[in-house]
């Protein structure tokens, strides 16, 4: 188990680096967010006792206490679950922006993930199998897919699909009247209004795993073992997918992070393209509105839920390599 | 970065092929066609960057009395809601694509040179296990977002400062190939031949180590290349960095601010789209290339489909055909 003993340190202290640099990212920078943000925050009405003690505290606004108190009064604030007040959503505090739109993102991209790693893996797979077959030859495609910019298939596919055709809704994450709860209507409305965004988020990225998964079943086939397996008269298809993909798929686990990097920029920009109710969407609000807390918040919340979701897959990969669960 | 898993596998397998070459003589491969095919376009893409400005027909910012109009013979790809010519924006925009693309994309790979090579080339010591474990954090924490907190807070920062920023963060997946390369490598002969002779640690690095790797470096060049495109554009259509300086990412910011696909003003969105994933798809070309020099299994074209189909159903070993006699 050293090996996720390994992983979650490191993932510990990436998580320690990333609210780090959230703090001095405000100090370091040229001009003074904080009295943008303070003026806005008062331009909106009136700034409460406890909003301005975050503010202060975030920011090092009027503060004459040292660095170090500073970012030991942050962790305290950070640990309260105070991240501040939104400008964009005023009154209402970054905490519960952020949690409001998390679940929205976290079920799209979850989902999309999933999908384009399956989708990718398996065509990858058949692509280095067949070697020389159609599938192959259109591998150079993948990389058009994939250098193209997110937003501009999603834009395309909501004027197409959306507009033009109207098999889809445009934007949103639910209609309008719904009632937000665990109901099969609600939940078939929100299936529904994620399939543009998600489909988009799965043709860009899938593209990696394709590329990946056929180079390394393409270099797995000449292994001996493969060699053997089919000596011995098993089936072709046993062969593929017990002995050939079996390990061809290691890398993928390994290289998840990479992977991952790409979903969660195609999905920013998905759902700003879809005006998508999530974490992505609420990014480009803050941006627009130079709401600097909610944007530092939105990055910890996606850094972190980067960091769990590369423990999954790290989870999987000792699930799928004995060799990993031997390292002692 | 995320676009590069191609070169994953390679780089774990095929040390020999690498050092092979260096070694044996200056003799350069043929190229393929992938890599043809990729130069040319990449080439046409430069040259468009070098002239564009100077060829472009009309002042790309120069308000026009058309509005919306059809490609026609006086705007090639039409105008934007103002009377713009968008063939100019193109033109004009290309510059700062591909000079960020290039500026983020060496600086990045020096960086990964760097603290890869050094990583992994000190595996073991305290000094290379702190490299590594910089690059780990680096490579987990999530790009795109970073990248916008960053520029957020560097209002109107223009190209060359959203370069370093995209150079700063996005080095550390060449960095992560860059070492499980040198970790290979760093037990062989002649290295270690140089090391009885006392050579000192940067000459090693660079002299012994660096150039068996060439081939490594240019795929993790490549691909950073292409995220750099993506990161740059996915950033100026938020409307972060400089939105005066003419960009293809400017040019998608207004079309999608004015909603071009919605007034059915297809021209005014797509070429600069298709520009994008076309200068992409060229430097993918190329990294192709690169990575079936590398791990030559990977080879396909060329080889006739029953060919193929033979080699990896029949035969264990894969045959690599030689240079010039196929391909």
Known sequence: ?328 | MALSSSTTPASQNTLTVITAPAIQGRRLPRLSLKITIGLVLLGIFVLMAIIGPIVAPYDPSAIGPDVLAAPSAAHLLGTTNNGQDVLSELLVGSRATIVVAFVAGALATVLSVIFGVTSGYLAGSARGELLNMLSNIVLVLPLFPLLVVLTAFLPNASAWIVAVVIALVGWAWGARVLRATTLALRNQDFVQAARAVGERTWRIILFEILPNEIAVVAASFLFTLIAAIILYTGLIFLGLGNTNEWSWGLILYWAQNEEALTVGAWWWFIPASACTALLGCSIGLIGFGIDEFINPRLRAAGLSRKELRTMSMNQGLTPVYRDGARS
């Open chain 1, 1 to 328: 188990m050293t090996f996720l003993a390994r992983r979650i340190g490191l993932y510990l202290v990436t998580a320690w680096a990333a609210i780090t640099i959230n703090f001095f990212i405000p100090r370091m920078m040229p001009g003074n967010p904080a009295e943008i943000v303070f003026s806005r925050l008062s331009a909106n009405g009136i700034v409460t006792p406890a909003m301005y003690k975050a503010l202060v505290v975030a920011f090092g606004l009027n503060t004459h206490s040292s660095l170090l108190a500073q970012y030991g009064q942050y962790w305290v604030q950070l640990f309260h679950g105070n991240l501040g007040t939104s400008i964009t959503y005023y009154p209402t505090s970054v905490a519960s922006v952020i949690a409001t739109a998390l679940p929205w993102t976290l079920a799209l991209v979850g989902v999309a993930t999933i999908l384009s790693f399956v989708i990718g893996t398996t065509i990858g797979t058949v692509a280095g199998w067949r070697r020389g077959g159609w599938l192959e030859t259109l591998l150079p495609t993948t990389t058009f897919l994939q250098a193209m910019p997110y937003f501009c298939l999603g834009l395309v596919l909501v004027e197409y699909l959306g507009v033009k055709l109207n098999w889809f809704p445009v934007n949103g994450g639910y209609a309008q009247g719904d009632v937000i709860g665990f109901n099969g209507a609600f939940l078939a409305s929100a299936a529904y209004h994620a399939f543009l965004p998600g489909l988009t988020i799965v043709v860009t990225s899938m593209a990696a795993w394709i590329v990946g998964m056929r180079n390394m079943t393409v270099t797995t086939l000449g292994q001996d073992y493969v060699l053997v397996a089919q000596a011995k008269g098993l089936s072709r298809r046993r062969v593929m997918i017990t002995y050939a993909a079996r390990n061809a798929i290691l890398p993928s686990f390994s290289s998840f992070v990479v992977a991952l990097s790409l979903v969660v920029t195609g999905s920013v920009l998905v759902e700003y393209a879809f005006s998508y109710p999530g974490i992505g969407y609420v990014l480009f609000q803050a941006v627009d509105n130079e709401d600097y807390p909610l944007m530092q918040a939105v990055f910890l919340i996606i850094t972190l839920s980067v960091l769990v979701a590369n423990l999954l897959a790290d989870f999987a990969y000792v699930l799928l390599d004995p060799r990993a669960r031997q390292e002692a």
